[in-house]
């Protein structure tokens, strides 16, 4: 098996805590507009769904899908959110910017960083050999991506957590895949020169798996629940590791702090019997898809 060389990182759950600001307000957001128009109970839709059914997806998209399903009237759109004389077609990316705005000023002073991604992140530049090799690629617009950024804190000290120099926005290491029909097939084609075969990614949502194994296979991918939103009132911490697991990532770390052995495990071959000592629970499938394993779960 291939040495790893490189890592691509999701964002959002990943690096900050951000998914449950975020469908908090996804979830008002969408929930109130389908219960303008449909009277309540709505039937299939209630409060906590739009994440369990559209996590991983581009705001544009859930707004698409919510309008098509519920077949939203354009017209009492237009004039219900302030849009103007706009085509019908132009009606989701006009209610994402609402939703984006909404979304970005309760980062603004609310977002946390994950507990100890600054340290991962530092310990996986000195395994892989610089800063260089180690790229961010989300699904969030390019405004949203670069806030969030900018302003986590970090939940110990109550200062800026730097992700933003840690993701310096330099040589196509920083992606927003958004619009996009799959955000690692837009970063390979911008980074020609990364191999899959010797490429990590680090994800947290089932679709963020299936975009990366559906842009080349060869690609490993280590999931993560240590975000606080997994365990929330929307999903399952446990119900989540396995949904990443049977998406097909081959480790799933509960703590970032796990995330340098989870990647030195990858490349000594994926075996329960080279398993490092983690420092908090995780779950993992050997290679050929043997039984999977758990240690502490």
């Not at 991506?145 to 330099?170: H, K, Q, V, Y």
């Not at 679709?207 to 993560?224: E, H, N, Q, W, Y």
């Not at 989870?262 to 779950?283: C, Q, T, Y």
Request: glycine share 8%; net charge negative.
């Amino acid at each position: 098996m291939s040495k790893i060389s490189k890592i691509i990182f999701d964002n959002d759950g990943v690096n900050m805590d951000s998914e449950q600001l975020a469908m908090q307000v996804m979830d008002d957001f969408g929930y109130d507009m389908v219960a303008r128009y449909h009277a309540e109970p709505i039937e299939g839709l209630a409060r906590g769904d739009i994440y369990r059914t559209y996590a991983g997806t581009s705001s544009d998209q859930i707004i698409r899908q919510l309008i098509e399903k519920y077949n939203l009237p354009f017209d009492a759109l237009k004039e219900d959110y302030n849009l103007g004389d706009i085509a019908d077609n132009d009606v989701y990316e006009a209610l994402s910017n609402q939703l984006t705005e909404q979304t970005l000023d309760r980062f603004s002073g609310e977002l946390k960083a994950i507990p100890g991604i600054e340290e991962a992140l530092v310990k996986i530049d000195e395994m892989l050999g610089g800063i260089e090799n180690r790229a961010l690629c989300t699904t969030s617009r390019e405004d949203r991506m670069n806030l969030s950024l900018a302003c986590a804190i970090n939940p110990s000290t109550g200062e800026l957590a730097g992700l933003d120099r840690l993701f310096p926005d330099e040589d196509n290491r920083r992606v927003s895949g958004y619009g996009h029909p799959n955000k690692y097939t837009l970063f390979m084609e911008l980074n020609p020169d990364w191999n899959p075969a010797e490429t990590g990614i680090v994800e947290d949502t089932v679709s963020g798996v299936t975009k990366a194994l559906s842009a080349d296979p060869a690609l490993r991918v280590i999931g993560t629940v240590a975000s606080e939103f997994y365990g929330s009132t929307y999903i399952e911490k446990k119900t989540q590791v396995e949904a990443l697991i049977d998406a097909g990532a081959s480790i799933v770390v509960f703590d970032v702090a796990d995330l340098p052995a989870a990647l030195e495990w990858l490349e000594k071959g994926a075996s329960a019997e080279n398993l490092p000592d983690f420092i908090g629970s995780v779950r993992f499938r050997t290679q050929n898809d043997q039984p999977r394993e758990e240690l502490n779960l």
